[in-house]
């Protein structure tokens, strides 16, 4: 019943911009923190952003901080990650994750944190 699909990643040039949406189903996405992860071949999976549902707060990595925005729109059940000014750095399969608690403040970067994962979403920044 729970689900959480990915879905705009892509294959860009460095500088360019993505929009990556989440997408829930089974369950009212708007009633939980959400939090972005990725993971890069041969690297273990990092958390990039969350946003909470109790006050809308925010969180980022420090390397993505000025280039990534998230966002959510709960009548629609999703939660969006913006990002711009992409590097090849970024190159990753990109996760969505449902947050154990309401919150994001504090350490929100760890996995163990979260319960549903979607499937991914590939995103590629190369010349």
């Known amino acids: 019943q729970v689900q959480l699909v990915e879905s705009g990643g892509g294959l860009v040039q460095p500088g360019g911009s993505l929009r990556l949406s989440c997408t829930a189903s089974?369950?009212?996405?708007?009633?939980?923190?959400i939090g972005w992860f990725r993971q890069a071949p041969g690297k273990e999976r990092e958390g990039v952003s969350c946003i909470s549902t109790n006050d809308g707060s925010t969180n980022y990595k420090d390397s993505v901080k000025g280039r990534f925005t998230i966002s959510r729109d709960n009548a629609k059940n999703t939660v969006f990650l913006q990002m711009n000014s992409l590097k090849p750095e970024d190159t990753a399969v990109y996760y969505c994750a449902v947050r154990k608690s309401l919150y994001c403040s504090g350490s929100f970067a760890s996995s163990s944190d979260y319960e549903y994962w979607g499937q991914g979403t590939q995103v590629t920044v190369s010349s």
């Open positions: 089974g369950f009212s996405l708007g009633y939980f923190a």
